[in-house]
């Protein structure tokens, strides 16, 4: 009865590890941010956290004529900056992720090339960013996330482009979920 019981106890705690292992990475992120950091939550419940990754430091960001608190918690392989609302709702309203130690939950990463998105559902929105020489690049499937490649828009340019028009090469520096 007693290997029984241990051989029983040993897959449970088996089973517990997989469970772990599967989507509770404090790296892995969802639609609504990562493990301890969500959009809607208490800007203040981020000023606590206990970000054992790297520092953590306030920051106030200022632009466009708005000014708004930041936190931007550091790892070894880039920031992670949490904002929040410019309204002053002290509630998280965007995080920006520039560290490939966070991959998205289908498994999208810092430093992927464009051609990877294409793996996503959905319509493609593509908003280019002049001023930050950023394209922001969404799927109408997963609205909330936002990838970022380098891009510089080319003077006269007027027609549409496509997510098929862009270097498939072109790395993600950014991802931004709001």
């Not at 019981?5 to 609504?32: E, F, R, T």
């Not at 880039?78 to 309204?87: A, D, I, K, M, T």
């Not at 828009?153 to 007027?158: F, K, L, N, S, V």
Request: charged share 25%.
């Amino acid at each position: 009865m007693g290997i029984v019981h241990s051989w029983k106890k040993i897959s449970i705690l088996v089973a517990l590890a997989s469970l772990a292992g599967m989507g509770c990475s404090p790296y892995l992120l969802k639609d609504n941010g990562f493990r301890g950091v969500e959009l809607g939550n208490d800007f203040e419940s981020v000023q606590n956290l206990n970000w054992k990754a790297g520092a953590k430091r306030d920051t106030l960001f200022n632009e466009g004529g708005y000014q708004w608190r930041g936190i931007i918690l550091e790892t070894e392989n880039g920031p992670v900056l949490v904002e929040e609302s410019f309204y002053g709702e002290k509630k998280v309203n965007r995080i920006r992720v520039e560290s490939d130690k966070f991959r998205t939950k289908f498994d999208i990463t810092i430093g992927d090339p464009v051609s990877s998105l294409q793996q996503l559902p959905g319509e493609w929105v593509l908003i280019p960013l002049p001023e930050y020489e950023k394209l922001d690049i969404s799927s109408e499937a997963h609205p909330t996330f936002h990838f970022l490649i380098p891009w510089k828009q080319t003077e006269g340019i007027e027609e549409e482009i496509t997510i098929t028009d862009l270097d498939q090469t072109l790395q993600v520096v950014g991802i931004v979920i709001m």
